[in-house]
């Protein structure tokens, strides 16, 4: 991938002429009747623009919000950037001071536990207080998908957040048709589960309009409905803490005992609690979280880095609106991108409120890929075909676009975006903001032909077009 330095962002001007030569006619008539297509593609060395198609429409960006999140973390809080979470001692309490790292494991917290104890601390007579003052409001953004909530890519954004607020389970349907499916929860996870869906056929599973639902309980209690069509493998789930000040707080209790701690007093949460730090974790660094947050598209490293942004920029706890409103100001402030007209709900791009337009999303991206240099994002975003969530999308995993094209993606309900940059065969770099929306393919029959999705046959059409034509 050929980078150009020194290029000003000011010289991206979307009045250039478009090309004459590059008009992707052919893929967009692969899209489905009804749907929205926002298009850009712009050479960078010269900063004229090689197509445009409707630019100026707010558009839903889905997970490529991700982008303006990853730059704002980047400017605003370094790359020496790390969640800490610290243990203190106030008298015979101690307090859990938990800052929303969203990689704070089990295993981190029966090593801290490891290090309180070589520090004399065998029997707590006091209290424990979970302290989560780093972030204030709504764990779940407006807009987020309310039949979600209780899977995993909806995990609320959290200051006190563990395993990444996330549980494994399985549910297996191997039983014959019309019994109810057997779902196994791990010993150790300090949740209830339970599965009322029944076994079914394919055919039955058509016929009955039947599928498998997930309803959430307080207490983090679950339980599954509807159906699923009979198989040799149980299916894997992952279910979204609902409740996580109690999931922390069972958890705490247990790891407690495996190390041979003993709580006389209770775990409670208390915000306004403070004492003497004794034990001090940190997370990794923030390229390394960013790189899992571009590359596999997580969502809670997102939403608690802008709550995070929202914390530090504001001084006051953050919150999904602070740290949206964060976002927008610090990368106006250090690049001069003005993303007043954006609507932004959250930090990962999952709220179904996010909006913004395809010319602003393509300042974002033309600005990360000329400061690479002192960024360094453009290596964190999936390659087609090799990493990431590009590395088994069909449409532009195989040779031309194999390893040529570098972007992040983003899907939502009808939506299917790409952002980043597409190398020719000549070596040239083109930058490219894919936002497809209404995207609601008419549903083909069980006994229509196996062909390629219309989504996958206008990728594969636009990105092979873009490759060979220059």
């Known amino acids: 991938m050929k980078k150009i330095t020194g290029f000003l962002l000011a ?25 929205d297509l926002a298009l850009i ?91 989560g003052s780093q972030f204030t409001g709504y764990e779940q953004a407006p807009g987020w998908p309310w039949d979600s909530l209780g899977v995993c890519y909806s995990a609320p954004s ?55 639902e997930l309803q959430t309980r307080p207490g983090n209690h679950y339980q599954l409905s509807g159906c699923l069509p009979q198989r040799d493998k149980p299916l894997p789930l992952n279910f979204a803490v609902v409740d996580t000040e109690a999931y922390v707080r069972s958890v705490l209790q247990l790891e407690l005992e495996r190390a041979g701690i003993s709580l006389k007093g209770d775990i409670i949460r208390n915000d306004t609690s403070h004492g003497e730090v004794l034990v001090t974790h940190h997370s990794e660094k923030l390229p390394a979280l960013l790189q899992v947050m571009l590359e596999d598209s997580d969502n809670l490293i997102a939403d608690n880095l802008a709550k995070t942004l929202g914390q530090r920029y504001y001084e006051q706890p953050g919150s999904f609106r602070n740290g949206t409103e964060a976002i927008k ?31 602003d999303m393509m300042k974002v991206i033309t600005y990360i890929y000329q400061h690479d240099d002192n960024l360094g994002l453009m290596k964190d975003l999936p390659v087609a075909g090799l990493t ?14 194999k390893q040529h094209l570098a972007a992040k993606s983003g899907s939502l309900y009808g939506t299917f975006n790409l952002v980043g ?50």
Request: aromatic share 8%; hydrophobic share 35%; charged share 20%.
């Open 388 to 401: 990431g969530t590009l590395r088994y999308r069909q449409s532009v995993r195989q040779e031309p676009i």
């Open 11 to 35: 010289s991206l001007a979307f009045s250039h002429p478009v090309w004459a030569d590059f008009t992707p006619r052919t893929a967009i008539e692969a899209l489905p009747q009804g749907h």
């Open 41 to 131: 593609i712009t050479d960078p060395a010269s900063g004229k623009t090689v197509f445009s198609q409707r630019a100026e429409q707010l558009q839903a960006p889905a997970s490529t919000q991700k982008l303006l999140t990853a730059l704002a973390a980047k400017l605003y809080l370094g790359n020496d950037f790390r969640f800490t979470t610290r243990v203190e001692q106030q008298g015979q309490d101690l307090i859990f001071r938990f800052s929303g790292d969203p990689t704070l494991s089990r295993n981190d917290l029966a090593a801290i536990l490891k290090q309180l104890k070589t520090k004399g601390i065998r029997r707590i007579t006091g209290n424990i207080y979970l302290n």
């Open 421 to 470: 940059v597409m190398t020719s065969k000549s070596g040239k770099p083109f930058l490219v903001v894919q936002f497809v929306t209404n995207y609601l393919p008419p549903e083909k029959p069980d006994n229509a032909p196996a062909v390629d999705s219309e989504i996958t046959q206008f990728e594969r059409k636009l990105y092979t077009e873009l490759y060979n034509a220059f």
């Open 158 to 212: 959290s200051s006190i957040t563990l395993e990444h607020n996330c549980v494994q389970a399985a549910l297996y349907s191997d039983q014959s048709l019309g019994q109810i499916t057997r779902l196994h929860i791990p010993s150790h996870q300090p949740i209830t589960a339970t599965s009322l869906a029944k076994v079914v056929s394919k055919s039955q599973q058509q016929v009955e309009f039947c599928t498998l």
């Open 329 to 359: 100001a610090i990368i106006g402030e250090h690049t001069g991108i003005d993303l007043s007209l954006a609507v932004l709900a959250d930090g990962s791009g999952l709220s179904r409120d996010n909006r913004i337009m395809a010319s």
